[in-house]
């Protein structure tokens, strides 16, 4: 690339990734033998939500095939609970030990020749079961929390005494999950020589996890390997959760001496995968006559399922500092319980605590616009952080670090033709149709502070333990005898594009084309540099993980510069600079090391603990998102059709924007799920109602209505190339301003998720949706 050339940042470069995956040629773990002859794991689970059990394996034991079966007395000789944020009192094994307490729940493992004749005899297992009662109200399980704690930033209880307006409604987010296209996968193999357990998997990180994993082993971190395959079938999240699966086939294999390998089926999935937490939200809020947001008081109760599962309770604590939203309300306050139920523990799920939290705050807004006679989008323009309060600390302690809400909003209203619409829906009105429109305005933070979870803890209680913060990324790059460069990533991608945008950057800062790079995205904790925040997780990847790779492209830069200059020749091929490097050491300048190639970790600058009164910036950088939604509904059905949907985004810098259109694309596909087809439905026993497919409904393509783009652009002054996150934002604002068009069409403040015919059918004719 000449200086004068247009830098590769900032193109619409297809992704290097599609061609391999359209041909069919893409390698997921299925398709690798990383360890031969491999025996095969079927996994026995729970028929009931809460029983004592007794298990009697004897006729699996007996089956053509199997060299063992691992039971929960076995699991809890072998291994340790699994680490978690809190101590709620029920610690989690890798299998259940004498009670069950979700229906899937892992009761043993039958390892076997093949998968056939494995799970052929897992129905040979015998449990006995003796019922229990099933804990499955979250509101009715608050009075006995597992966790609870409050924060209160400015004088929220005299500020509402003052407000001329104060709402209070309930609001409920429903769990739902991610459903990747490609399940879990786990090989274990165990050397018993050296103590060590070597696991392959399609884990998407955080690497956090990797040491809670360990502890369960009882092993030293550094006796785990874990490797990624070179492609993973998406996860939004949930392979997160593989690590409680990684930690049971390395069991296996330790206790039965032989390599285990493990494919999860879609009803394992469904059932004994992870969810998103369900949160019941009471919110207050205080407003003026005049429109202006005083107050915020959030009573929220979460529930997480059967167990505490780490990293929770993250979900809860991963928005604190953007409780306020995105609007100048100086006085919050908020109370936060976790709660167990006999259902599906949660995990990761896209945009993780964000959903939970806007469905709450922008519901509020608009029933007050309504309530006040005030436009939704005049009433949310009087509230958004001004541009010239930039970077504006939050009340409970974010930083945004950059932005313009108010032009990102004129810029959906534009898009929108907004007086227009608003004709149009009183023009439909006017003919006895039900129309309506939403609107969302949400800061979408990422980069997670490691941090956050700490606030689960008292300020004495921190001060205790040793102080976390911070999320850095490494990589490395190197330069081979013949000028091939190849990139290391720790990233775990699944789908994203993460290779081609390195490449771009990486071709940036060496000069030359990405087709000249190689980036391998695979993860190997015994050979890549990584740290425990590592992975895809808070669209963390533009902003800190392109900050690793540019950095460790700057330091082979500086060397080969400094190569050429002792050459006398500015101009010299980087195949030259490298055979020079390599083969002639001698000829190096002076204190120059042999070789090319270069490790670095980048982090960014403002992520701190938690300060003594609870505040956080709980993330690094913080874009923001307008969405606008016209729907009608059906008055015979409840059917609800999305008629236009407009999103216009600052996620700083684009570094692709094809890609970053891809990835708003999927968020809204996944809000948009949210809103109108995802739940988990359990009957009054705890059973599964949803345990398929069939039951489960997801959208398919014909299904995702038109959706129109935009984009501003404020670059973030905290990351090395100005980037912010954009995966994850849609997935917050498309549920809320769904729901939000659906209130103003049917004109009932309680609608809730998902938005379904029948539930939508329900609210239209006087009933509470169920």
Same mark, same amino acid.
């Given at each position: 690339?000449?200086?004068?050339?247009?830098?590769?940042?900032?193109?619409?470069?297809?992704?290097?990734?599609?061609?391999?995956?359209?041909?069919?040629?893409?390698?997921?773990?299925?398709?690798?033998?990383?360890?031969?002859?491999?025996?095969?794991?079927?996994?026995?689970?729970?028929?009931?939500?809460?029983?004592?059990?007794?298990?009697?394996?004897?006729? %699996?034991?007996? %089956?053509?095939?199997?060299?063992?079966?691992?039971?929960?007395?076995?699991?809890?000789?072998? /291994?340790?609970?699994?680490? %978690?944020?809190?101590?709620?009192?029920?610690?989690?094994?890798?299998?259940?030990?004498?009670?069950?307490?979700?229906?899937?729940?892992?009761?043993?493992?039958?390892?076997?020749?093949?998968?056939?004749? *494995?799970?052929?005899?897992?129905?040979?297992?015998? &449990?006995?079961?003796?019922?229990?009662?099933?804990?499955?109200?979250?509101?009715?399980?608050?009075?006995?929390?597992?966790?609870?704690?409050?924060?209160?930033?400015?004088?929220?209880?005299?500020?509402?005494?003052?407000?001329?307006?104060?709402?209070?409604?309930?609001?409920?987010?429903?769990?739902?999950?991610?459903?990747?296209?490609?399940?879990?996968?786990?090989?274990?193999?165990? #050397?018993?020589?050296?103590?060590?357990?070597? +696991?392959?998997?399609? !884990?998407?990180?955080?690497?956090?996890?990797?040491?809670?994993?360990?502890?369960?082993?009882?092993?030293?971190? #550094?006796?785990?390997?874990?490797?990624?395959?070179?492609?993973?079938?998406?996860?939004?999240?949930?392979?997160?959760?593989? !690590?409680?699966?990684?930690?049971?086939?390395?069991?296996?294999?330790?206790?039965?001496?032989?390599?285990?390998?493990?494919?999860?089926?879609?009803?394992?999935?469904?059932?004994?995968?992870?969810?998103?937490?369900?949160? +019941?939200?009471?919110?207050?809020?205080?407003?003026?006559?005049?429109?202006?947001?005083?107050?915020?008081?959030?009573?929220?109760?979460?529930?997480?399922?059967?167990? &505490?599962?780490?990293?929770?309770?993250?979900?809860?604590?991963?928005?604190?500092?953007?409780?306020?939203?995105?609007?100048?309300?100086?006085?919050?306050?908020?109370?936060?319980?976790?709660?167990?139920?006999?259902?599906?523990?949660?995990?990761?799920?896209?945009?993780?605590?964000?959903?939970?939290?806007?469905?709450?705050?922008?519901?509020?807004?608009?029933?007050?616009?309504?309530?006040?006679?005030?436009?939704? %989008?005049?009433?949310?323009?009087?509230?958004?952080?001004?541009? =010239?309060?930039?970077?504006?600390?939050?009340?409970?302690?974010?930083?945004?670090?950059?932005?313009?809400?108010?032009?990102?909003?004129?810029?959906?209203?534009?898009?929108?033709?907004?007086?227009?619409?608003?004709?149009?829906?009183?023009?439909?009105?006017?003919?006895?149709?039900?129309?309506?429109?939403?609107?969302?305005?949400?800061?979408?933070?990422?980069? /997670?502070?490691?941090?956050?979870?700490?606030?689960?803890?008292?300020?004495?209680?921190?001060?205790?333990?040793?102080?976390?913060?911070?999320?850095?990324?490494?990589?490395?790059?190197?330069?081979?005898?013949?000028?091939?460069?190849?990139?290391?990533? *720790?990233?775990?991608?699944?789908?994203?594009?993460?290779?081609?945008?390195?490449?771009?950057?990486?071709?940036?800062?060496?000069?030359?084309?990405?087709?000249?790079?190689?980036?391998?995205?695979?993860?190997?904790?015994?050979?890549?540099?990584?740290?425990?925040? /590592?992975?895809?997780?808070?669209?963390?990847?533009?902003?800190?993980?392109?900050?690793?790779?540019?950095?460790? *492209?700057?330091?082979?830069?500086?060397?080969?510069?400094?190569?050429?200059?002792?050459?006398?020749?500015?101009?010299?091929?980087?195949?030259?600079?490298?055979?020079?490097?390599?083969?002639?050491?001698?000829?190096?300048?002076?204190?120059? =090391?042999?070789?090319?190639?270069?490790?670095?970790?980048?982090?960014?600058?403002?992520?701190?603990?938690?300060?003594?009164?609870?505040?956080?910036?709980?993330? *690094?950088?913080?874009?923001?998102?307008?969405?606008?939604?016209?729907?009608? &509904?059906?008055?015979?059905?409840?059917?609800?059709?999305?008629?236009?949907?407009?999103?216009?985004?600052?996620?700083?810098?684009?570094?692709?924007?094809?890609?970053?259109?891809?990835?708003?694309?999927?968020?809204?596909?996944?809000?948009?799920?949210?809103?109108?087809?995802?739940?988990?439905?359990?009957?009054?026993?705890?059973?599964?109602?949803?345990?398929?497919?069939?039951?489960?409904?997801?959208?398919?393509?014909?299904?995702?209505?038109?959706?129109?783009?935009?984009?501003?652009?404020?670059?973030?002054?905290?990351?090395?190339?100005?980037?912010?996150?954009?995966?994850?934002?849609?997935?917050? /604002?498309?549920?809320?301003?769904?729901?939000?068009?659906?209130?103003?069409?049917?004109?009932?403040?309680?609608?809730?998720?998902?938005?379904?015919?029948?539930?939508?059918?329900?609210?239209?004719?006087?009933?509470?949706?169920?």
């Amino acid at each position: 690339m000449s200086a004068s050339s247009e830098p590769w940042v900032g193109r619409p470069l297809q992704r290097f990734e599609d061609d391999a995956l359209l041909r069919g040629e893409g390698r997921f773990l299925d398709d690798l033998s990383p360890v031969a002859h491999s025996y095969h794991a079927a996994v026995v689970r729970s028929q009931l939500a809460h029983a004592r059990i007794e298990v009697d394996a004897s006729a %699996a034991l007996d %089956a053509p095939g199997v060299i063992g079966v691992l039971v929960g007395a076995d699991v809890m000789a072998l /291994s340790r609970p699994f680490p %978690a944020g809190i101590d709620s009192g029920v610690p989690q094994y890798a299998t259940a030990i004498d009670t069950v307490r979700y229906v899937g729940e892992p009761i043993a493992v039958v390892v076997a020749r093949d998968r056939y004749l *494995a799970e052929d005899a897992a129905e040979l297992v015998d &449990v006995d079961y003796d019922q229990l009662d099933a804990v499955l109200d979250p509101v009715a399980a608050a009075a006995h929390p597992v966790h609870e704690r409050d924060f209160a930033y400015g004088d929220v209880a005299t500020a509402m005494a003052q407000a001329d307006l104060v709402l209070r409604q309930t609001f409920h987010v429903p769990r739902f999950t991610c459903t990747p296209v490609e399940c879990y996968a786990v090989v274990a193999d165990w #050397d018993a020589t050296a103590g060590r357990l070597t +696991t392959w998997a399609n !884990f998407q990180g955080p690497f956090t996890l990797h040491g809670v994993a360990a502890a369960a082993l009882g092993l030293k971190g #550094d006796h785990l390997r874990l490797l990624t395959p070179p492609d993973s079938g998406g996860s939004f999240g949930v392979k997160s959760s593989v !690590f409680a699966y990684i930690v049971l086939m390395g069991l296996a294999s330790r206790h039965l001496g032989v390599p285990v390998t493990w494919i999860e089926d879609r009803l394992e999935h469904l059932a004994s995968s992870a969810a998103a937490t369900g949160r +019941t939200t009471e919110v207050e809020a205080g407003f003026t006559t005049d429109g202006r947001l005083i107050a915020l008081r959030y009573d929220a109760i979460e529930d997480v399922g059967a167990y &505490v599962r780490a990293p929770e309770p993250a979900t809860l604590y991963r928005m604190h500092g953007s409780l306020s939203g995105a609007y100048t309300v100086p006085n919050v306050a908020v109370r936060n319980r976790v709660v167990l139920t006999n259902t599906q523990p949660s995990g990761l799920n896209r945009g993780f605590g964000g959903p939970q939290l806007y469905f709450g705050l922008e519901r509020t807004m608009a029933i007050a616009a309504r309530r006040l006679g005030i436009d939704p %989008a005049e009433l949310a323009r009087r509230n958004l952080i001004p541009a =010239e309060a930039m970077p504006y600390r939050t009340p409970s302690g974010a930083l945004y670090d950059s932005g313009d809400y108010a032009a990102c909003l004129d810029h959906a209203l534009e898009l929108a033709d907004y007086a227009a619409l608003r004709t149009q829906v009183e023009m439909a009105r006017a003919d006895g149709r039900l129309a309506g429109i939403g609107l969302a305005c949400i800061v979408e933070p990422s980069i /997670s502070n490691m941090g956050y979870i700490t606030l689960a803890q008292t300020a004495d209680e921190r001060a205790l333990t040793l102080p976390k913060s911070g999320n850095a990324e490494g990589a490395s790059i190197s330069i081979n005898p013949l000028g091939g460069i190849t990139v290391r990533l *720790a990233t775990t991608p699944q789908g994203q594009g993460h290779r081609t945008v390195c490449a771009q950057v990486v071709a940036d800062t060496l000069g030359c084309t990405p087709d000249d790079i190689t980036v391998l995205s695979e993860m190997d904790t015994a050979s890549v540099p990584w740290t425990v925040a /590592s992975g895809s997780y808070s669209s963390r990847f533009s902003g800190v993980a392109v900050g690793a790779v540019q950095a460790a *492209a700057l330091k082979l830069r500086a060397k080969i510069d400094a190569i050429r200059a002792h050459a006398g020749d500015d101009a010299l091929s980087l195949r030259r600079v490298a055979g020079m490097a390599h083969w002639n050491p001698e000829g190096l300048p002076a204190g120059e =090391e042999p070789g090319l190639s270069a490790v670095a970790f980048w982090a960014p600058p403002t992520l701190d603990p938690p300060d003594d009164e609870d505040r956080i910036a709980s993330s *690094a950088s913080h874009g923001f998102i307008v969405d606008i939604c016209a729907v009608d &509904v059906d008055r015979e059905t409840g059917e609800v059709r999305v008629l236009d949907y407009i999103t216009v985004h600052d996620a700083g810098r684009l570094l692709n924007p094809l890609l970053a259109d891809g990835q708003v694309m999927g968020g809204f596909t996944h809000g948009l799920a949210a809103a109108l087809y995802e739940r988990h439905v359990y009957d009054e026993w705890g059973n599964l109602m949803t345990a398929s497919l069939v039951d489960y409904l997801t959208p398919t393509a014909p299904d995702i209505p038109a959706l129109t783009i935009g984009h501003l652009s404020s670059p973030s002054p905290v990351t090395a190339l100005g980037a912010k996150g954009i995966g994850e934002g849609n997935t917050m /604002s498309a549920p809320v301003c769904v729901a939000n068009a659906v209130a103003d069409a049917i004109a009932r403040d309680d609608v809730e998720l998902p938005l379904t015919p029948p539930r939508v059918w329900q609210l239209l004719n006087g009933q509470g949706a169920t």
